[in-house]
């Protein structure tokens, strides 16, 4: 199993980032996808979770209308487009694959950073 994180950077408030997971070495098109964070000096925060056929997204109250969780399955991507950042939004971010029986795989993360 591997999940490449990309599109990460540095963003002024108010700008925007779309975040890519390439997934391979499992079935991607059967696995319930999410985002996961992990803020400076935090634990882990789950972000927003998307449904394997893409029918059901749900996201973290604090993200809801300014994030947008999608997947293209034929391509194996999960993606995140973030608007409006806030820079209570920096964090190392991570896709997740939930895979059978309960198991949980991250990426290595890719790094947002919301500062003027």
């Known amino acids: 199993v591997q999940l490449v994180e990309s599109g990460g950077g540095f963003v002024q408030p108010g700008g925007s980032l779309r975040l890519s997971c390439a997934a391979s070495?499992?079935?991607?098109?059967?696995?319930?996808m999410s985002w996961v964070r992990q803020a400076p000096g935090k634990g882990l925060e789950w972000v927003s979770t998307?449904?394997?056929?893409?029918?059901?997204?749900y996201y973290k109250e604090s993200v809801k209308g300014r994030f947008t969780i999608s997947r293209d399955n034929a391509a194996n991507l999960l993606y995140l487009q973030m608007n409006s950042l806030k820079p209570e939004d920096t964090a190392v971010y991570y896709c997740?694959?939930?895979?059978?029986?309960?198991?949980?795989?991250r990426g290595q993360g890719t790094q947002v950073t919301v500062s003027s």
């Open positions: 070495g499992f079935t991607f098109s059967s696995a319930a």
């Open positions: 998307i449904v394997p056929d893409g029918t059901n997204t």
């Open positions: 997740q694959a939930s895979l059978p029986r309960g198991f949980l795989q």
